[in-house]
């Protein structure tokens, strides 16, 4: 018998239920020009139908029966869309997430480019013209004229265009009687960006006369007229913002015949094109050239590559990146700097731009599908050496990777809620092992996994202590809430805060006011104490729930009744927590009226450009007091803003979350970094019920190593990362008595299968199920199961996990159920 080769595809379809390769037999055409990573077109199904699949591995020998094979039908692609090394990570983070292979295979693969199989008809060349009188059907003569005068027609459009009725078994028949014939081409669509363009159409010189033509009263179709005259074409939006009219104004000129309305392609390039100011490069401080040489020396014998720096806020890590990058390119090697989304503003885009110029590509979430496939296309084809952008920037097709940075490497952001359901952090390392490249985390505030790791030498720790410009970290001033209600202010704002915030609008100042705002949720706490109420076994504050009048642990479960009167003190100033930022602008606004005051959340930054706007406003001094949530503490580097206020340190001290200390510490030390960039001297004031907390007391003293040595013990009290794992089980449904019953089974057989499979089940804790704490999202029902393990054993916990639920062999009522997986998540939600 011959010798056959295979290959194993993931098949795009949805409606799959199995997870799993499928293969198929190359034919014997293919055989040299196959690769793993091109994409082909397969027969699925009981119908065949075609679609699209990507190889991942082609080998010689299987244990399948290879009559029961089908053959691959075509190639999509002449050269690999994805490399080796990317399939390796590929496969690798399909089994690191448990998720499955087509939603892994799409995050590597550039978005914005659909394939499709287009058919096409054209005239058998040398036919008999005989052949053609002989036929008597209409219809056919039909097809037969209309493929005589085109070139190149596809079937749809010819059936757009000769409505006939049943065309296609009149094309079958002319196909049978070999006088045309059918052949298939695979086009690719990118999405195309439109824009609507207005264009003159008269002479410059017949203005007046058209002014005198139309109605005297038709002001707004004149100022049109007037402002076009100067020019020659303008997007219609653009037009209709700088003559202050409306579409149906313009329509009007057009119908007249003086304008014309094009729809035209817009070139695209997400790096704005206003002039980027030149980043020159900076006589390095004595730390950084330590930092920079450490790392080179490293790289260069051979010893390690893979290093955490921590720098204070101001130290110049972007001047570190930007050098080791220079020094990569000199090395024909190529760079990757991930950023987290809100950060990724045009003032930090430009740092790299105006170092770098058009070796730079951008990457984040807000381009368009086509944009973002014209930059993945200029890496893919090596048209540039580096690339910025947020998370998913780590999969950017370089062939010859040196360097990924990833700066501000605590951020939660790195983490993907959606499936596949990675760690950014865990992705590059594996990315560099397998391509041999460097990889650098960069903080302030380091991760407590990236420190611990560190502090075992799985990465090199290098330090930054002291600011780029010798200025010394804004002190700040922590201001006990409780003394406040003792004192009979009972407002948002201390007496010292609001003093302060006076005093910097005399001095034309600029000031930030912080509220961490996220999630839904409230804790329960005593105004006059300062105690809240927390779950003892986990704690974790616990939320309280408005429509039950209960609070609830959301690790475990436990509910209590609210209390009416503090336990600890007795008064009556227990109640639950809350204040938006937009409460705190209503109350700014109200004590200060003549300041310039803007809110910067998700509500005011919703729209394209909005967030930029409002950091410019700051940056030209046209704002007095900026309000704002975790958005305005990143990367912002402002010289005359000398005043942060932290308005509630409690808001996130209180979060439902084992990391609720790190990220109070996290937050305060970003914020506070906010102040005195400048030549004056910043200051920062927090406000908080909890002053002695160490988080706070810690950031205050700018020791991030204290903080650390305390946080770390209690983690591993209380067994939380990075000692275990955390695995969020999510099962949703409609039905919400079946999804109980369904849950409950779920959670009953992992227990028996971990008990009868594991050794040691004391390093494992299955936790539930409960109602997940947003238990009903979109009508839909939500149940959880949380799993805590010891490291030791989260690789058999997974496979349990896999062979349960990932290839779906326990969940019989796949359409009734959704249930999704995520290790070690940010929030259990
Ligand atoms: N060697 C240097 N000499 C003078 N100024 C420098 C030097 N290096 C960096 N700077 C300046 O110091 C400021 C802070 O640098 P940068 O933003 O890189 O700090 P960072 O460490 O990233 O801080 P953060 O963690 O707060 O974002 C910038 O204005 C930068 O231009
Ligand atoms: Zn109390
Ligand atoms: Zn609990």
Not at 244 to 255: E, F, G, M, P, W
Not at 442 to 466: C, D, Q, V
Request: glycine share 4%.
């Amino acid at each position: 018998m011959e010798k056959k080769v295979f290959a194993e595809v993931i098949v795009d379809n949805k409606s799959t239920k199995t997870d799993r390769l499928y293969t198929y037999i190359v034919p014997d055409r293919f055989e040299n020009d196959l690769k793993v990573g091109m994409r082909v077109l397969v027969p699925f199904g009981r119908g065949n139908k075609k679609i699209e699949g990507l190889v991942v591995n082609i080998k010689n020998d299987i244990n399948i029966k290879v009559s029961r094979l089908k053959y691959i039908d075509s190639l999509v692609d002449n050269k690999p869309i994805l490399s080796q090394e990317m399939i390796k990570l590929g496969l690798w983070m399909k089994k690191k997430y448990l998720a499955q292979y087509i939603d892994v295979f799409k995050t590597l693969m550039p978005t914005g480019i659909t394939n499709k199989v287009v058919k096409y008809l054209k005239l058998n060349e040398n036919i008999d013209e005989c052949k053609i009188q002989k036929i008597k059907s209409i219809n056919q003569r039909k097809i037969i004229e209309y493929l005589k005068h085109t070139n190149k027609a596809d079937v749809n459009t010819i059936k757009r265009n000769l409505n006939i009725k049943n065309i296609i078994s009149s094309i079958n028949s002319l196909c049978e009687k070999e006088i045309i014939e059918m052949y298939e081409e695979i086009e690719t669509e990118v999405n195309k960006k439109y824009q609507k363009v207005v264009y003159r159409k008269f002479d410059a010189d017949n203005k007046n006369e058209i002014l005198k033509k139309l109605n005297s009263r038709a002001y707004k179709q004149k100022a049109v007229v007037e402002f076009i005259t100067d020019i020659k074409y303008i997007g219609l939006k653009e037009l209709m913002i700088k003559t202050n009219s409306s579409l149906s104004t313009i329509k009007a000129l057009r119908d007249k015949g003086y304008l014309s309305i094009k729809d035209e392609e817009v070139k695209r390039n997400p790096i704005n094109n206003k002039a980027i100011v030149e980043n020159k490069k900076l006589q390095l401080t004595n730390q950084q050239k330590e930092c920079i040489n450490t790392i080179l020396k490293n790289i260069e014998k051979n010893k390690c590559n893979k290093f955490l720096i921590h720098g204070v806020t101001g130290s110049g890590k972007t001047e570190v990146y930007l050098r080791l990058i220079e020094r990569m390119l000199k090395w024909n090697k190529q760079a990757i700097v991930l950023v987290p989304e809100i950060s990724l503003t045009p003032q930090t885009v430009e740092r790299f731009v105006g170092r770098f110029g058009d070796k730079v590509a951008v990457l984040h979430s807000r381009l368009s599908l086509g944009e973002r496939y014209d930059e993945w296309r200029k890496i893919k084809e090596g048209k540039v050496q580096i690339a910025v952008g947020a998370r998913s920037a780590v999969f950017a097709p370089f062939d010859n990777l040196g360097l990924i940075v990833i700066d501000e490497e605590h951020e939660n952001s790195y983490k993907s809620s959606m499936s596949p359901k990675y760690n950014t952090l865990e992705v590059a390392e594996k990315r560099c092992k397998l391509e041999g490249a460097t990889l650098i985390l960069g903080s302030a505030t380091p991760s407590i996994e990236s420190y611990y790791r560190s502090l075992k030498n799985e990465l090199k720790l290098l330090k930054l202590t002291e600011r780029a410009n010798k200025k010394s970290l804004p002190p700040i001033e922590v201001v006990d809430m409780r003394k406040e209600l003792d004192k009979g202010n009972k407002s948002i704002f201390s007496e010292k805060l609001l003093n302060a915030i006076k005093e910097n609008l005399e001095n034309n100042k600029q000031t930030i006011l912080f509220l961490n705002r996220r999630g839904f949720s409230t804790f329960v706490s005593c105004r006059k104490c300062g105690y809240v109420a927390k779950c003892k076994q986990c704690d974790i504050s616990l939320t309280y729930h408005m429509n039950k009048d209960l609070l609830k642990c959301h690790y475990c479960g436990f509910t209590m009744r609210t209390p009416r009167i503090c336990p600890e003190c007795g008064s009556e100033y227990i109640k639950y927590f809350g204040v938006g930022t937009e409460k705190i602008e209503e109350v700014v606004k109200h004590l200060f009226p003549t300041a310039r005051v803007e809110r910067m959340d998700v509500d005011t930054t919703s729209r394209k450009g909005s967030h930029e706007k409002i950091l410019n406003k700051v940056k030209n001094g046209n704002i007095d007091i900026l309000i704002g949530t975790q958005m305005i503490t990143k990367g912002l580097d402002f010289h005359n803003v000398t005043l942060v206020g932290i308005i509630a340190a409690d808001m996130t001290l209180n979060l439902p979350d084992f990391r609720a200390a790190e990220r109070t510490f996290q937050l305060t030390t970003q914020v506070s970094g906010r102040a005195g960039r400048g030549e004056a001297q910043g200051r920062v004031i927090l406000q908080t019920y909890e002053p002695e907390h160490y988080s706070i007391t810690t950031s205050q003293a700018h020791n991030y190593v204290e903080f650390y040595e305390k946080e770390i013990k209690i983690r591993e009290e209380f067994e939380y990362p990075p000692f275990t794992n955390i695995i969020n089980i999510v099962v949703t449904s409609k039905d919400e008595k079946k999804l109980y019953t369904f849950t409950k089974r779920l959670f009953q057989h992992l227990d028996k299968t971990i008990n009868n499979n594991i050794k040691k089940v004391e390093d494992i804790e299955l936790i539930g199920p409960n109602p997940a704490p947003l238990s009903r999202i979109k009508g839909s029902y939500r149940w959880q199961i949380l799993i805590k393990c010891k490291n030791s054993k989260i690789e058999s916990v997974k496979q349990i996990l896999e062979e349960t639920i990932t290839s779906n062999k326990f969940n019989e009522y796949f359409n009734l159920f959704k249930i999704s997986i995520d290790i070690n998540p940010n929030s259990i939600m």
